[in-house]
């Protein structure tokens, strides 16, 4: 399964309350996978950081991803289709796992390994790392579909990803689909 991690308003756009601007340089080469994943048949998953007006999170956070509200959509560009091979799973914390049915959705239709896209590298895709590994799930992070706030926060992701959480770092265009 291709998962794109948090690509919403409130962190892709300028307008959004936790803008990353290293977001702006993925988005088209996560554009290109998406398209490619969609040829292939390849599932879909969509986190999205999705908060009650008063969500403890805010004690840390300025106000983001507000449940029905801008900042919480999914970017147009990356936008899910209605196909059944598409899914969103609204998350309240960093995981894409904590408090969701990710992990029954990929047990159900048997996926082992996950293709892990989106922001922000340091937070919410290397505590989704984590605990797809702790899962025992596959998981390969491709280097150029994830940002970070800065170069320090996404060299120190990748590297946790790769030595204490044992997963892939690969290229997009590495990847194919049998």
């Not at 983001?64 to 990356?78: P, S």
């Not at 605990?131 to 990748?158: F, P």
Request: contains cysteine; aromatic residues 10%.
């Amino acid at each position: 399964m291709l998962l794109i991690i948090d690509m919403q308003n409130d962190f892709c756009h300028k307008n959004g309350s936790l803008y990353v601007e290293n977001a702006n340089n993925i988005i088209p080469n996560l554009q290109k996978f998406q398209n490619f994943a969609r040829n292939n048949r390849v599932l879909i998953g969509y986190t999205a950081d999705s908060h009650d007006p008063d969500d403890k999170e805010f004690n840390i956070w300025p106000k983001h991803c507000i449940n029905g509200e801008w900042g919480a959509q999914i970017i147009d560009e990356l936008r899910p289709s209605t196909s059944s091979e598409e899914h969103v799973f609204k998350k309240r914390r960093y995981s894409g796992f904590y408090g969701t049915d990710l992990d029954l959705y990929l047990r159900e239709h048997g996926i082992d390994t996950l293709i892990v896209t989106g922001v922000v590298s340091n937070i919410c895709v290397l505590h989704t790392v984590g605990d797809a590994t702790a899962r025992g799930y596959k998981v390969i992070v491709l280097v150029d579909c994830i940002a970070a706030l800065s170069e320090y926060e996404q060299e120190y992701a990748l590297h946790h990803i790769k030595s204490v959480f044992n997963a892939s770092i690969a290229n997009s265009e590495d990847i194919k689909f049998y």
